[in-house]
């Protein structure tokens, strides 16, 4: 899932590259349906067969004769003896999909490359469907992530009216369903992973006797949609980034940021410190008090406690600043250091190349290359971070709690724990501020599946923490199957246990484990 980011100082972070997955019982018979070809432009690498073709659906699924949008589907063609379709979903939610398929072609188990046409769809909002349009009069983009809510509302709709309210969760799962009847398909199986397990949740509640089979990977809560979800991120993010350090530690002969996990946390936070982190280096968690306030508090912050904390009447624009700064996307004054390390918590694969990164930083404070490349891996258009903000803010289903911004600050000031801070500050709901939910979430339920899902957590996830895979798994009666370590996204990661036991299920509806290992390193 997308990441309300662990550190400011970085591009929007995809959290997460979603899994999604439609498998006909059967060899699919040929029915009319949509016209396959080139995709657009830029949308999908060379060589991998990736076709598309535009489907239209009704922007407002409660008016069906009413305005029509587009979305485009990709596919690339089973290589062998085809068993069914696979559909996919990027997540997000906000990351485009079209190349789903084509950029995992090395990665998935050769059985469902080959006997599987694989489908992705893109999402309405984004570009390449009809994307949600929220530019402003000088031809600049507003994002929905920040800013006045009322004057980007008015920038969407000046657009396409009524598009913006339609941006859900929703909305999305029935424009997959019109692309399944599209093609013909009576049933669909599904596999995703981080906010696409949500799509797929809202997808089985809606449309239950469309589903055949349902593997879900890195699991969002379904009881903490959506401001809890992301205070929790930061928390889980500061268990994995303890992961990181110890797992650096471990190869210190090679790396030569310290023997322990404290003395690669101490050169970490000198070279955040030296990129101008400040106070988002603090992770520990002393006693926090107002009394302590240091000097070097950031503005508005050291304003707002000056003044004091008036339960957020008059200070609502000095708080709502301040939150962008926190936890908002596209800031870069950090340094690439922070972005770096949030990538680095939730892609176990980065660990040995941000390792090497933040030992070129360390010495050579100009060497940071590495660091950026790695702080951009997971970038998002434009249209990604508005469709994000608009799902997010517009069907979020958790109020906002004004009186956590006073423990907020206090920890800030006292130098206490930043992922303490931030996720109090998530849980404020600054971050949607003035922008009220437009519709109540799909109630989660598993009745009448006609077979239990098959649901993938890893322990320490930094993005969708473990306590969202027991929490899915219940609400849709699945099996929860249990993985070390916390990579975010278990299938097609060269985990021979999970490979297998998911494709196991997808071919018979069993689930053969309940716990397995993490995925082994790439080989250096």
């Known amino acids: 899932m997308m990441k309300v980011r662990l550190f400011s100082g970085a591009a929007a972070a995809m959290a997460a590259c979603l899994l999604g997955g439609s498998i006909m019982s059967g060899p699919a018979a040929a029915a009319p349906g949509p016209s396959f070809g080139d995709c657009p432009a830029g949308s999908v690498a060379a060589g991998h067969g990736v076709r598309c073709a535009v489907v239209e659906v009704p922007m407002n699924y409660a008016e069906p004769d009413g305005p029509k949008i587009q979305v485009t589907v990709s596919r690339i063609a089973a290589t062998g003896g085809r068993r069914g379709v696979v559909f996919a979903n990027p997540g997000g939610p906000g990351a485009d999909g079209l190349d789903f398929w084509g950029q995992r072609t090395d990665v998935f188990p050769a059985e469902l490359i080959t006997h599987y046409d694989r489908i992705a769809v893109q999402p309405r909002g984004l570009r390449w469907a009809t994307p949600l349009?929220?530019?402003?009069?000088?031809?600049?983009?507003?994002?929905?992530?920040?800013?006045?809510?009322?004057?980007?509302?008015?920038?969407?709709?000046?657009?396409?009216p009524g598009y913006l309210d339609t941006i859900t969760t929703e909305n999305t799962a029935r424009d997959m369903d019109a692309v399944r009847a599209a093609l013909g398909l009576a049933r669909i199986s599904y596999l995703g992973t981080?906010?696409?397990?949500?799509?797929?949740?809202?997808?089985?509640?809606?449309?239950?006797?469309?589903?055949?089979?349902?593997?879900?990977?890195?699991?969002?809560?379904?009881?903490?949609?959506?401001?809890?979800?992301?205070?929790?991120?930061?928390?889980?993010?500061?268990?994995?980034?303890?992961?990181l350090f110890t797992w650096i530690a471990e190869h210190s002969s090679e790396y030569h940021l310290g023997d322990t996990a404290l003395q690669v946390y101490q050169n970490w936070v000198r070279l955040a410190v030296d990129q101008g982190g400040g106070w988002y280096a603090n992770l520990t968690p002393p006693p926090a008090s107002l009394a302590d306030l240091p000097g070097s508090l950031p503005e508005p912050l050291a304003e707002i406690a000056r003044d004091g904390y008036n339960g957020g009447l008059e200070q609502t624009g000095k708080l709502q600043n301040l939150l962008r700064t926190l936890i908002s996307r596209g800031a870069t004054t950090q340094g690439p250091l922070l972005g770096a390390t949030s990538v680095a918590t939730y892609t176990r694969t980065y660990w040995p190349t941000f390792a090497r990164a933040m030992a070129d930083a360390l010495a050579n404070p100009t060497n940071v290359q590495r660091l950026r490349t790695i702080e951009g891996a997971t970038a998002t258009d434009t249209t990604g971070r508005s469709v994000f903000a608009a799902i997010t803010c517009n069907e979020n289903a958790i109020p906002g709690r004004l009186d956590v911004i006073g423990s907020a600050i206090a920890t800030i000031a006292s130098g206490g724990n930043a992922m303490?801070?931030?996720?109090?500050?998530?849980?404020?709901?600054?971050?949607?501020?003035s922008w009220k939910p437009v519709t109540t979430p799909v109630a989660i339920s598993g009745a009448g599946l006609a077979t239990p899902p098959l649901v993938i957590?890893?322990?320490?996830?930094?993005?969708?923490?473990?306590?969202?895979?027991?929490?899915?798994?219940?609400?849709l009666n699945g099996s929860l199957v249990t993985v070390e370590g916390g990579d975010h996204g278990n299938f097609g990661r060269g985990n021979p246990a999970v490979d297998d036991a998911v494709m196991t299920y997808l071919r018979t509806g069993q689930v053969t484990i309940t716990h397995a290992a993490e995925a082994p390193l790439p080989v250096r």
């Open 194 to 243: 981080s906010y696409g397990t949500y799509l797929g949740a809202v997808y089985a509640s809606l449309f239950p006797d469309r589903v055949e089979r349902m593997v879900l990977d890195s699991n969002v809560n379904p009881d903490w949609v959506w401001t809890e979800e992301f205070a929790q991120q930061q928390i889980a993010g500061k268990q994995r980034l303890d992961d």
């Open 133 to 160: 349009d929220c530019a402003t009069g000088d031809g600049g983009q507003v994002s929905l992530g920040g800013g006045d809510r009322n004057a980007i509302k008015k920038a969407c709709d000046a657009a396409l």
């Open 457 to 475: 957590q890893s322990k320490h996830d930094a993005l969708t923490k473990y306590e969202g895979g027991p929490a899915m798994s219940r609400a």
């Open 420 to 433: 303490d801070a931030r996720a109090d500050l998530v849980r404020s709901g600054m971050a949607c501020g």
